[in-house]
């Protein structure tokens, strides 16, 4: 356990989550690889997921795997060890197709042919949705009505911050129901307040853009001043600085996509000792 965790520890259970694609999935290189090219490229998943899965084990922890379909497809073994080890599996969609650019019909026949597919390989019911780059919004909250009426229970799809390729500032910090008499919850990736300004405390790039100590106290500071269960997120290919690097992206999409790859995994490993830790369907289902 590291530093002072142990005696300042907070009692609430915090919701761990992993975003399982790999690098050449993510919105930012949508238009470097296209998908016709995907199954040609090298996969680094299989190597990642495994280092995550003995991180989780040696520290205890149960954690939520939002899978797209198309890794699902290709490497059943790795759903079904997911599931073996006790963590839930969850949807990611299928392509990594961000919500915000498909039609209502697109997307229904998408969330229910993908949760189909990851309960036939994973054996398992699949509760729960997140998607591509948190691109549920302002401009398409009708999305929640589908993923009820396909039969999840929860979505994590919305991060309540300004950001220039998503972000929804005016909704909850917190898990809400977002249809009227309804138990569905919509679940925000975590944020807090610094000097009246709210920033990401949930992970992803924030979490390998400022330093660790950083990210300690403002998940601290929702646990112990807020009484709230906080989320955090991060995907395989963000504990791989071995990752192929590529060639002709902007500035701005290579610094967050490569910055301090190599401390993600030692970060989480202190973040996994100082906080407790569970699934998103026993932190906030149960």
Request: proline content about 5%; some cysteine; charged content about 25%.
């Amino acid at each position: 356990m590291s530093g002072d965790s142990a005696t300042s520890r907070s009692a609430i259970t915090n919701a761990m989550t992993i975003d399982v694609e790999d690098y050449f999935h993510v919105s930012a290189f949508e238009h470097h690889f296209d998908k016709s090219r995907w199954d040609g490229l090298e996969c680094r998943l299989e190597r990642n997921m495994e280092i995550i899965l003995e991180l989780l084990a040696r520290h205890r922890i149960k954690a939520t795997f939002f899978t797209l379909g198309w890794v699902a497809e290709r490497y059943p073994g790795l759903i079904r060890t997911v599931v073996d080890a006790g963590h839930e599996l969850a949807c990611h969609s299928y392509w990594h197709t961000r919500a915000s650019n498909q039609s209502r019909t697109e997307f229904m026949e998408e969330i229910i042919d993908t949760k189909k597919l990851l309960e036939d390989i994973g054996g398992v019911a699949v509760l729960g949705y997140r998607a591509p780059s948190y691109s549920i919004g302002a401009d398409n909250l009708w999305a929640h009505e589908e993923l009820q009426r396909a039969g999840y229970r929860y979505s994590s799809s919305i991060y309540p911050i300004s950001h220039d390729h998503y972000g929804m500032p005016s909704a909850p910090r917190f898990a809400y129901h977002p249809i009227a008499d309804s138990e569905f919850l919509e679940i925000p990736i975590t944020t807090s307040y610094v000097l009246n300004r709210r920033l990401p405390a949930g992970g992803g790039g924030y979490f390998r853009f400022f330093p660790y100590a950083f990210s300690r106290a403002m998940l601290r500071k929702v646990n112990n001043k807020e009484q709230q269960p906080g989320i955090f997120y991060f995907h395989p290919w963000e504990i791989d600085p071995g990752q192929p690097r590529q060639h002709g992206i902007g500035f701005k999409t290579r610094f967050r996509h490569y910055l301090n790859l190599h401390h993600t995994e030692k970060r989480l490993n202190r973040l996994f000792a100082d906080f407790h830790w569970s699934r998103m369907d026993r932190v906030f289902l149960s």
